[in-house]
């Protein structure tokens, strides 16, 4: 039988790719013209060179597709023939770990122990007041399960778009108040439970983390769901920290909890330097009597474990009706900054930049960490 490449792209045309649910030949998933080599010799086989061009290295029917391309021209042409398939991607391949976020300085970690201890408002505002303090600031939420930060900026509607960069295709962050959000809240349901195991929560949060277009920054904060759970370590395996800003109540059991979300970035595989402690709630002063404090929540327990922990205590955040007024109407209390709370994030803000200078100095970067049944370290290239 004398091949040709006609008779090649026929065969290809039989063969469905999923992602469009079109033949190979439809969907251009065939590159170019395949090439047909005859026989040097008597016994020997023809060969068929052809290359297959995918949107990315990720797609998923990237294997199957090439069995299927591979089996159907076997099926028409003959199963002597040998058949070399080639794979090129119309988007580049994602970076490496430990070289992504190249234009990043800073990454910090808002973390809690507990949650309801208000660890994204702290989050959200920390990055307003950044950016006010003229920052280059991007905020993700890391949270998978309850992502807050769409609410917290007013753009639950929002919809990120790609953008062609370096020839790969990136979600654009959204851009509120001078700070880049990226939340997986901007691509499901905000009344729909996100049901999804470890796993695909993991890969989601790579996306938004690799496969987004967050250039130069100069910090890049990470608000974190609460506790410690996969969703922390896949942070930790994803990218070199900088160091993490606890946050908790004065209430014991939220520091109970602090103390592990401690414990856990200073496990010895982990290493993540703590910046320091926010009290949030730390006490309550109604607008009718300004002068005056009460702890609802505890006295500066916080402040104590901050001292027992030889770790600065960042700030203390007053439970004022307007902060949580102003998350819910998508206005943080940080864009104010003429009001007391206002002021209060942009002191925190200050703290962040005066411990995060200090670590740089004083201590080596942090590695990633890698497992493979253990827990490793490999150092951010």
Not at 14 to 18: D, G, L, N, R, S
Not at 272 to 278: A, D, K, R, Y
Not at 331 to 336: G, L, V
């Given at each position: 039988m004398t091949l040709y490449p006609k008779l090649?792209?026929?065969a290809l045309a039989?063969?469905?790719?999923?992602g469009t649910k079109k033949n190979l030949v439809e969907s251009q998933i065939l590159a170019d013209t395949p090439s047909v080599a005859a026989p040097q010799s008597e016994g020997e086989p023809w060969r068929v060179s052809l290359t297959l061009l995918f949107p990315r290295d990720t797609d998923p029917f990237l294997r199957s597709t090439v069995k299927a391309a591979e089996a159907a021209i076997k099926y028409h042409c003959g199963q002597d023939v040998v058949v070399?398939?080639?794979t090129e991607f119309k988007s580049k391949p994602r970076p490496e770990v430990g070289r992504l976020l190249p234009g990043v300085k800073n990454i910090v970690a808002v973390s809690s122990g507990k949650g309801g201890v208000g660890k994204s408002t702290v989050a959200s505002n920390l990055a307003i007041a950044l950016a006010r303090l003229g920052y280059r600031v991007g905020l993700l939420d890391t949270d998978i399960f309850g992502p807050s930060v769409p609410k917290m900026f007013h753009c639950e509607d929002a919809r990120p778009y790609a953008v062609k960069v370096d020839?790969?295709?990136l979600i654009e962050p959204i851009e509120r108040y001078g700070v880049k959000l990226l939340s997986i809240g901007f691509f499901v349901s905000p009344t729909t439970a996100t049901l999804w195991r470890g796993g695909m929560a993991s890969n989601a949060l790579k996306q938004l983390i690799a496969d987004a277009d967050w250039g130069e920054l100069d910090y890049f904060i990470l608000d974190t769901p609460p506790g410690t759970s996969d969703i922390h370590l896949t942070l930790l395996q994803t990218l070199a920290i900088t160091g993490a800003v606890i946050v908790s109540t004065p209430q014991q059991v939220a520091l109970a909890d602090a103390r592990k979300g401690i414990d856990m970035y200073r496990n010895e595989k982990v290493n993540?330097?703590?910046?320091?402690?926010?009290e949030n709630m730390a006490w309550f002063t109604p607008a009718e009597l300004p002068q005056n404090r009460y702890y609802i929540f505890g006295r500066e327990g916080c402040k104590q474990l901050a001292e027992e922990m030889h770790l600065p205590l960042l700030a203390q955040i007053p439970l004022v009706q307007s902060i949580c007024e102003s998350g819910d109407d998508g206005?943080?209390?940080?864009?104010?900054v003429d009001t007391a709370t206002g002021q209060a994030f942009i002191n925190l803000a200050q703290a962040v930049v005066t411990v995060v200078n200090r670590r740089n100095k004083e201590q080596p970067q942090t590695k990633i960490v890698k497992t493979d049944n253990r827990l490793k370290t490999e150092e951010r290239s």
């Open positions: 090649i792209v026929d039989t063969v469905t790719y999923a070399n398939i080639a020839g790969r295709d993540v330097p703590i910046l320091g402690l926010v206005a943080p209390a940080a864009t104010k």
